[in-house]
Structures are given as structure tokens and as C-alpha cells.
């Protein structure tokens, strides 16, 4: 093969990069407006897979480059394998996605700079937290193409009140980010250069906390919301019970009760 005809070398579809405890995941299909391909998705859950087993890093960020955070699944590659077993696949290996996010100890902060569609939006309702620039926009357009937003709808109605949830999956119409704000599907919204230092400031912050704490509340959070009240507060007093008893809580209490300063989290 001469040079001329060699292929350029493609770039990954997914970067990472670590740095103080913190890991950031940056979907890299600007040209495709990161829609979760087959090979995204398989790279966000190889990551994710890793990620739950990884103590050095305490708070996943969860970026993409480009004017779109995720337009959601690439329909041209659907349509090009359109039998029901390769749909079915593809939505299942989504559904693993979403759920490994919630799963993994450490908490994942959607930082989104652009559109988020369908099941780019449902990775903003899926995220533990979501900061976006004032600038960006969220749908579940689905339905404007025939397809109503069934799995997107799953994490989108346990963010979002009833009325505003179905309005968004039956018309398929964009919000603001001010409006995903005040629906409960972001924290906030920032002016678009102060995105980045606000999502690091989030990250900083919960990056600082005890990590094994962090990670039973976690848990704890997702169990107990699925869960009625009286299995709730069972599961609860266990996972407080168990925290009381790691070091990072006793020394910290301890500390606390001296009025001596925090001593350094041991993650144990």
C-alpha cells in the first residue's frame, strides 16, 4: 500500500483524562454530534467497567467535544443494520450504559456545553449531577422522527415532575438550560466560559470528601428511591451503621469532637 492510499489514522471516539482524583470522560464525535454509536457506547461502558474497580479516582466528569453534547443514537447506523435483533441489542447495550453510571462507587457529573437529544438527554437525567452552559438546549425528540422516547423517558421522568416530563416526550420540543434548571434535569446552568471552572469546582469539592462515604451514599441513594419506605429506612440505618465503623468517620469525628482538623481520608 503507498502513502498515498494508507487511511488516516481514525481518532477514538472517547478520551480520558486524569487528574487529581478526578477523571474525565469526553465523548470525541463533534462531526457526528456524539451521537452513541455502537462503538461509544462500547467505550463508555469499557471505561465505566474499569472506573468501578478504580480508588485513585474519586468524581467522573462526563464531557463531549463540539457544538452537541449527545444528539443520542445514530440513526444512520440503525438504519443500517434495521432488523428487530440488532435494534434490540443496541438498546439493551444502552440500557447497561445508562445503569453502570449509576453503579459505579464514584459520583458522575454530566458537564454538557451544547444540544443534549433523546438519549443524550437521558445521560443528562442518567448523570448523579449535571452542570450546562446557559447556551445549551435538551430534548427528547424522538417522537418528531416516529420513535417516542421510551428508554430516555426512564431516567428523564425520575428527574422531572410528571406533567413536565410528558410534555417534553409527546412534543418532542427543546427546553433552555434555565428551564432544564428549574425542571430538576440540571443543578444549574453557567455562563458558557464559566463551565468548565464550574464543573471542576463541583468536582473539587466532592473529590475532597471521603470516598468510601461517597460511594455507600451513593448506593444507598439509587436503592432507596426504588424501594418503599419501611425497606428504605433498613437499608439506611445499615449503610449508616457501616460508615460509623470505617476509620475516615471515626477519626473525623473524633476530630471533630476535639475541635482538632480533619485528619486525611484513608478511604477506609
Known amino acids: 500500500m503507498t502513502a498515498l492510499t494508507q487511511p488516516v489514522p481514525q481518532e477514538p471516539v472517547l478520551l480520558r483524562e486524569d487528574a487529581d ?12 454530534y456524539n451521537a452513541l454509536s455502537n462503538a461509544m457506547l462500547d467505550a463508555l461502558q469499557a471505561e465505566f467497567d474499569v472506573l468501578k474497580d478504580d480508588r485513585s479516582v474519586r ?9 452537541a453534547f449527545s444528539a443520542g ?7 443500517e443494520t434495521p432488523g428487530r435483533e440488532a435494534c434490540k441489542t443496541l438498546f439493551d447495550k444502552c440500557s447497561r450504559m445508562m445503569v453502570s453510571m449509576t453503579r459505579i ?5 454530566a458537564k454538557v456545553q451544547g444540544l443534549a437529544t433523546a438519549a443524550g438527554c437521558q445521560m443528562v437525567a442518567q448523570a448523579d449531577l449535571a452542570i450546562a452552559a446557559d447556551t445549551a438546549s435538551f430534548a427528547t425528540s424522538g417522537i418528531n422522527v416516529g420513535l417516542f422516547c421510551s428508554t430516555p423517558m426512564v431516567a428523564v421522568t425520575r428527574n422531572l415532575p410528571r406533567k413536565q416530563a410528558m410534555e417534553m416526550l409527546m412534543t418532542g420540543d427543546f427546553i433552555d438550560a434555565e428551564t ?3 425542571y430538576g434535569l440540571i443543578n444549574r446552568a453557567v455562563p458558557v466560559e464559566e463551565l468548565d471552572a464550574a464543573v471542576l469546582e463541583m468536582a473539587d469539592k466532592i473529590a475532597a470528601k471521603t470516598p468510601v462515604s461517597i460511594a455507600m451514599g451513593k448506593e444507598l441513594f439509587y436503592y432507596q428511591i426504588e424501594h418503599g419506605l419501611k425497606s428504605a429506612y433498613e437499608r439506611a440505618g445499615e449503610i449508616m451503621t457501616n460508615n460509623m465503623m470505617t476509620e475516615d468517620a471515626q477519626g473525623a469525628i473524633d476530630a471533630f469532637n476535639a475541635k482538632k482538623p480533619m485528619p486525611e481520608w484513608k478511604g477506609k
Do not use: S
Open 59 to 67: 468524581v467522573v466528569i462526563l464531557a463531549a467535544r463540539g457544538k
Open 21 to 32: 482524583g478526578i477523571a474525565t470522560l469526553t465523548m470525541n464525535r463533534p462531526d457526528k
Open 73 to 79: 443514537h445514530d440513526l444512520k447506523e440503525m438504519r
Open 180 to 182: 432544564a434548571c428549574a
Open 105 to 109: 462507587p464514584q459520583p458522575v457529573i
